[in-house]
Structure formats: C-alpha cells, structure tokens
C-alpha cells in the first residue's frame, strides 16, 4: 500500500458512515483497555497480568492511538507514539503529545523503553526484528568488551 493510500485510509476509516454500528471501535473506554489486556491471556509468554504502571512504552505503528490510549489509561509513565501515516499522526494527537510521524528505521539506538507495541502492522514486524537484531549484536558486543576488559585486568 502507498503511503497516500495509507493516509486516504485513516483520514476516513473513523468517519461515523464507515463504522456503522462500530462507533466505539477506536474510542478509548473501558473496553478498550479489557480488548487490549485480554491479548495476555493464555499466552506462552505471559505469566502474569502486565503491569504498565511507571513504563515507558513505545507504540510503534500506532495509527490513532487505539493502543496508545490504553497504555495511557493503565498508568504508563510515558508513551511514545509513531506512525508513517500523517492523518493517523494527526488523530493520535489529540490524545498525545507525544505523537509523531516517523519511521521505525531511524530510531535511535540508546533509547530506552520498558515495552514495546507494533500491533497490527505488517511490515513493522520485519523492522522490528531487524532491529531487535542489531539491538542483540550490539548488546553482545558489548558483553565481549566488557569480558575482554575483566581479563585484561586479571578477573577470569
């Protein structure tokens, strides 16, 4: 899809002829925060109710803000909104400041987050994994530098 297509699609997707008897589909209530923590349940790799109290949280691809307003309303200390679409930018907006149009690709390696979204987003899973990989060379980079420098002052 075309990032013009892409735009043409959010600027209209919440318009009220669109969603029918849908209106509540993007509206951040009560369950919507149920919807998105129902998504843990019964998962392989989620022993526990996550807790996103204090988090920093990075909403990758986040369309209007569906999910960014869920981990607002469960008392996220920060969340950091991106998506490649402008109208879906300019929606996400209202709900936080913290929005911005950008692309995954030039995300800084040194920041730091305690949770990170890309739901529903094609293509940010193979950004993702690119960048969790250069993010584990780096990181393993630097458990050798720091071995090297143990046995290089005698600590074996």
């Known amino acids: 899809m075309k990032m013009a297509e892409f735009d043409y699609q959010w600027k209209y997707t919440l ?3 669109d969603l029918e008897n ?7 209530n009560e369950k919507r925060i149920n919807e998105f923590l129902g998504q843990f349940k019964n998962k392989s790799w989620s022993f526990r109710k996550p807790s996103f ?4 949280c990075l909403d990758a691809g986040c369309g209007p803000g569906r999910w960014t307003c869920a ?3 469960l008392n996220a200390s920060k969340v950091d909104s991106f998506d ?18 950008f692309n995954i690709m030039e995300l800084k390696e040194n920041k730091i ?3 990170v979204l ?7 899973v193979c950004y993702m994994l690119w960048f969790m990989k250069r993010k584990m060379i780096c990181f393993m980079k630097d458990i050798e530098v720091n071995l090297q420098k143990k046995e290089n002052n005698g600590n074996h």
């Not at 109290?53 to 920093?56: A, D, E, S, V």
């Open 15 to 17: 318009e009220k002829e």
């Open 22 to 28: 849908e209106e509540d589909k993007f509206e951040c």
């Open 53 to 56: 109290k204090g988090k920093i």
């Open 71 to 73: 981990l607002q309303k």
């Open 84 to 101: 490649l679409s402008e109208e879906a930018i300019a929606r996400c907006k209202k709900i936080n400041p913290d929005a911005y149009v």
């Open 113 to 115: 987050y305690d949770f």
């Open 118 to 124: 890309s739901w529903g987003v094609k293509k940010a």
